[in-house]
């Protein structure tokens, strides 16, 4: 399985069914550096005064560093540009507004895709809405959907 970001941030949260959590126990996952990028993020952009911000950035540290270096890949030139193409196509079909960040996120998601399919693996994500419109114009690329909980569970 190739991970999607919604993956980390519902574990990080506690959000994952128990479906989830058995698949990233007992199957083998590999990670996009796609997702490396939209995790790392929040190092600069939360506010480093906020009472919270050191523990959320503690948790995404102990998250990235889990990550086993031999199972984390990068796109390379052909996803990104089939990717591009993928996301310049979900955005013109989708409709939505210019200028408001959803072009970014189509390609990020394209390039998670993508990577999925060039490694033979399938794609886990939370991202139900983004996902169903690419394996529906690419249906060769496997995806596993599922719905986070609404809320926090308690951690064993």
């Known amino acids: 399985m190739l ?7 519902d574990v990080l949260q506690g959000r994952t069914p128990e479906a989830v959590d058995n698949l990233l126990t007992y199957r083998l996952c590999h990670h996009s550096a796609v997702c490396l990028a939209e995790l790392s993020h929040v190092f600069g952009r939360l506010d480093p005064a906020h009472p919270t911000t050191k523990s959320v950035l503690g948790a995404v540290a102990d998250t990235i560093e889990d990550i086993p270096a031999h199972r984390l890949h990068a796109p390379d030139a052909t996803a990104w540009g089939r990717a591009g193409m993928l996301a310049g196509l979900l955005f013109r079909l989708s409709h939505l507004p210019k200028g408001k960040g959803h072009e970014r996120r189509f390609l990020n998601d394209a ?5 999925a399919g060039m490694l033979g693996a399938t794609v886990l994500t939370g991202n139900v809405g983004d996902f169903d419109y690419l394996s529906q114009l690419v249906p060769s690329v496997r995806v596993i959907f599922y719905r986070a909980a609404p809320g926090l569970r308690p951690q064993a």
């Open 3 to 9: 991970l999607d970001t919604s993956v980390y941030l």
């Open 111 to 115: 390039l998670i895709f993508h990577q």
